[in-house]
T-cell receptor
Framework: AQSVTQPDIHITVSEGASLELRCNYS??????LFWYVQSPGQGLQLLLK??????LVQGIKGFEAEFKRSQSSFNLRKPSVHWSDAAEYFC????????????FGTGTSLTVIP | GAVVSQHPSRVICKSGTSVKIECRSL??????MFWYRQFPKQSLMLMAT?????????EQGVEKDKFLINHASLTLSTLTVTSAHPEDSSFYIC??????????????FGPGTRLTVL
């Protein structure tokens, strides 16, 4: 069965520091992978996605993610965090063979301290 | 591009009443729309998948008679919470999938609707 694990429930980083949010997935075929960000009381905004090709994916707001098949991971990174990056981050796996259903991780809450 | 709107953004209703939430894809056509429910500090739970012109597919445990979904056009889907009760209070989020992106599965999310049932 498909599943997504985000091991870190909450992360605190200092502004300007680097960031890595972890995401591991379980899926039988090549997955479609996504990272979304959700600000308080808001919907989800797509940061980046991976379908195929280059395993290092660039997204908006300076984020990138690397697909590692051998580790079943799709970790999100940013070299220098800004205070406005404080939000909830969700990793998701898309599965075309189940009606395009998305499986979401439980999310990682990011706090940025000055 | 790929903007999804929801209306209303926030609604408060009395127990026993019905509430309709609209989800619109503003600048693209969506063959498929999804409805999610999110509890505080939790992930999104898929409630149902709706395809334009056909009946919605509900996830296990979601009452189809309570959560009525209509996908009347390629740009509009509605979720009606019938006979709402306090336990239905939640954050409801819709997403829409572009026609051209059916293969690639990108979903674009609306801003959500906060439902409070008194």
């Amino acid at each position: 069965a498909q599943s997504v694990t985000q091991p870190d429930i909450h992360i605190t980083v200092s502004e300007g520091a680097s960031l890595e949010l972890r995401c591991n997935y379980s899926y039988g075929a090549t997955p479609y992978l996504f990272w979304y960000v959700q600000s308080p009381g808001q919907g989800l905004q797509l940061l980046l996605k991976y379908f195929s090709g280059d395993t290092l994916v660039q997204g908006i707001k300076g984020f990138e993610a690397e697909f590692k098949r051998s580790q079943s991971s799709f970790n999100l990174r940013k070299p220098s965090v800004h205070w406005s990056d404080a939000a909830e981050y969700f990793c998701a796996v898309g599965a075309t063979n189940t009606g395009n259903q998305f499986y979401f991780g439980t999310g990682t809450s990011l706090t940025v301290i000055p | 591009g790929a903007v999804v709107s929801q209306h209303p953004s926030r609604v408060i209703c009395k127990s026993g009443t019905s509430v309709k939430i609209e989800c619109r894809s503003l600048d693209f056509q969506a063959t498929t729309m999804f409805w999610y429910r999110q509890f505080p500090k939790q992930s999104l739970m898929l409630m149902a998948t709706s395809n334009e012109g056909s009946k919605a597919t509900y996830e296990q445990g979601v009452e189809k008679d309570k959560f009525l979904i209509n996908h009347a056009s390629l740009t509009l889907s509605t979720l009606t919470v019938t006979s709402a009760h306090p336990e239905d209070s939640s954050f409801y989020i819709c997403s829409a999938q572009e026609v051209r992106d059916t293969y690639t599965d990108t979903q674009y999310f609306g801003p959500g609707t906060r439902l409070t049932v008194l």
